[in-house]
């Protein structure tokens, strides 16, 4: 069955630092991935999508991620963090075919420190 | 464009009641999914309906039922609540097939069973 795993429930960065929030997966199949961010007492809102075409793929405020097929990965940089970027984060696989809901991980939760 | 809403916002029942959620989807989308969120568990699928019909079920029991009615707008109900159905309940929408269209989700209804 298909999973993911985010590794590290918390992340602390500093202003200014490289951000990474590492996303792991497991399929049979190639799949679709997603970046989701949430704000606190707000809904999911989507920073990016894999869905087969390029594997570096950018999203909005700054983030990007690279999809990386035999580290089964999918993890989530920004060069710079910003107090903005405060949030919890999560990743989510999909499938093309076959009627799959999207399946999260546990989530990060990143803080960044002035 | 008006995004995903949810009603109410927050909720408060007791154990053995039921309640009934609401979402309207982004104008235009005709799949609603349903999420359940919480610290424990994280984010987990609960069902998505289009056109009407339910497509996909998530491992709820039957107390968790839902429908969507012919303006895309969908309810979800809980009946006989339990202490442990404390959660946000996310809706969220898309155009056609959640697999690979990106979902748009509500800012939750939080429920508060005491």
């Known amino acids: 069955a298909q999973s993911v795993t985010q590794l590290g429930s918390h992340v602390s960065v500093s202003e200014g630092a490289l951000v990474l929030l590492r996303c792991n997966y497991s399929?049979?199949?190639?799949?679709?991935l997603f970046w989701y961010v949430q704000y606190p007492n707000q809904g999911l809102q989507l920073l990016l999508k894999?869905?087969?075409?390029?594997?570096l793929v950018k999203g909005i405020n700054g983030f990007e991620a690279e999809f990386k097929k035999s580290e089964t990965s999918f993890h989530l940089t920004k060069p710079s963090a910003h107090m903005s970027d405060a949030a919890e984060y999560f990743c989510?696989?999909?499938?093309?075919?076959?009627?799959?809901?999207?399946?999260f991980g546990k989530g990060t939760r990143l803080s960044v420190i002035a | 464009k008006a995004g995903v809403t949810q009603t109410p916002r927050y909720l408060i029942k007791t154990r053995g009641q039921q309640v009934t959620l609401s979402c309207s989807p982004i104008?235009?989308?005709?799949?609603v999914s349903w999420y359940q969120q919480t610290p424990g568990q994280g984010l987990q699928f609960l069902f998505e309906?289009?056109?009407?019909?339910?497509?996909n079920k998530g491992n709820f029991p039957g107390r968790f039922s839902g429908r969507q009615f012919s303006n895309s707008r969908s309810e979800m109900n809980v009946s006989t609540l339990e202490l442990g159905d404390s959660a946000l309940y996310l809706c969220?929408?898309?155009?056609?097939?959640?697999?690979?269209?990106?979902?748009?989700f509500g800012p939750g209804t939080r429920l508060t069973v005491l």
């Open positions: 969220a929408s898309s155009w056609v097939v959640t697999s690979t269209d990106t979902q748009y």
């Open positions: 399929s049979s199949v190639p799949p679709y």
């Open positions: 894999y869905t087969s075409a390029a594997t």
């Open positions: 989510a696989v999909s499938f093309p075919s076959g009627n799959t809901p999207l399946v």
């Open positions: 104008s235009g989308h005709r799949s």
């Open positions: 309906y289009f056109s009407e019909t339910q497509r």
